[in-house]
């Protein structure tokens, strides 16, 4: 598998995961042909895509149907599904997580979304999931809100390895790094290694475009519409721009001699929704050093397919980048009301999606009984 696409994105520096997660691809060794196929090496989940998986197969009946003979509502029979299977897709990723010392073989679980703006229960759940998948190589989601991102310092400097989610802007993931930062110095002082914390930045792309190009064709102009389908790309390369300047400031290089990791940025986000544009754009435009790219499987096996990958398509493009985004602004959309709009919408979704995995498991439950 040398030269493929994938393991092209591999050797630039791209960690492939795959963002879906089912029992039945766990069981039936798809997961397993991902990895040895497809370059995949983690795992990302939420709350959509668990409904999916609940909604469709019948994997998940006899638990169901033990659950709800032990009187488990809807709520805690996700919880136990749902751990269940990251738990085993972790086990699945043992050897990737061993081999690369804990960089990948990454799997991870959300918080329930409903708690995105509650601190103190976002911290609460996060070591309830954390202790419950019991894997070494799982990962916590929490939302980029501003009450995530207190939730994001405590839970890492409880020495749990976190997944930040829902970046949109350049200045929230600004916070979201300090709020890493700080959790590794709260390890640091309880004398927890923080080798052994992990945590990745999941920064979303093609929502970006989607708002972007909808406000782009509200205003109509030819100097509008010729910015379409230009800000997602543009956005995460200044991202990345944002995490190699902050790696480098004196406090982060401090706690990296102690031994402490990088957050990686994670492209998410990275199925193209125009068909008018190429499929794989958001991830050969992105590709750089030592980011993590998860992708639907329609996205993974287009990449696979055709998709063509020349190396580094970041860190020379800075410049072009900020133009983009200048040159948006000048035409009157306001990125940061376009960002503050996708964060908002972001939760509102999941919760759409977490209250759909509770009706389709409360429904399983009462047929099981």
């Known amino acids: 598998m040398t030269k493929t696409p994938t393991a092209a994105l591999s050797t630039a520096g791209v960690s492939i995961w795959l963002d879906d997660l089912s029992r039945s691809r766990i069981n039936s060794g798809d997961l397993q042909r991902l990895i040895a196929e497809r370059n995949v090496v983690g795992v990302t989940t939420n709350p ?51 081999t690369t010392e804990g960089y990948d073989g990454r799997v991870s679980i959300e918080v329930e979304p409903g708690l995105a703006h509650d601190a103190a229960g976002t911290i609460a759940q996060a070591k309830e999931l954390w202790a419950k998948v019991n894997q070494p190589n799982a990962m916590i989601k929490i939302p980029a809100t501003l009450a995530g ?104 290089k401090g706690l990296l001699a102690a031994g402490a990791r990088r957050q990686r940025p994670l492209w998410a986000s990275t199925g193209v929704k125009d068909p008018a544009l190429p499929d794989t754009m958001y991830v050969t435009g992105l590709v750089a050093p030592g980011v993590v790219n998860t992708m639907p499987e ?4 287009a990449t696979f397919d055709h998709g063509v990958v020349t190396g580094d398509t970041v860190t020379n493009n800075y410049d072009e980048a900020q133009a983009v985004l200048d040159a948006i ?41």
């Open 329 to 369: 602004d000048a035409v009157g959309v306001s990125y940061t009301e376009a960002t503050n709009k996708l964060e908002t919408e972001g939760v509102e979704k999941f919760i759409v999606s977490w209250n759909e995995l509770l009706e389709t498991v409360d429904a399983a439950l009462k047929d099981a009984r």
């Open 149 to 252: 991102l207190e939730a994001i310092t405590e839970v890492i400097g409880l020495g749990i390895s976190v997944n930040v989610t829902l970046i949109f802007s350049l200045e929230r993931y600004r916070a979201v790094i300090n709020a890493f930062l700080g959790g590794l110095e709260k390890a640091r002082a309880a004398g927890i290694d923080l080798s052994n914390i992990h945590s990745v930045a999941s920064f979303f792309v093609s929502r970006v475009d989607l708002e972007i190009d909808n406000r782009l064709t509200a205003v109509g102009t030819d100097e509008a519409l010729a910015l379409k389908s230009k800000a997602g790309v543009a956005n995460a390369q200044l991202a990345y721009q944002v995490y190699e300047q902050a790696f480098e400031s004196e406090r982060a």
């Open 48 to 98: 959509t895509i668990f409904a999916g998986a609940l909604s469709n197969g019948e994997s998940y009946a006899e638990q169901v149907a033990e659950l709800a003979q032990a009187g488990a509502d809807a709520s805690r029979a996700v919880f136990e599904i749902t751990t269940d299977d990251v738990a085993a897709a972790s086990q699945v990723f043992a050897d990737i997580y061993n």
């Open 298 to 301: 329609k996205t993974l096996e």
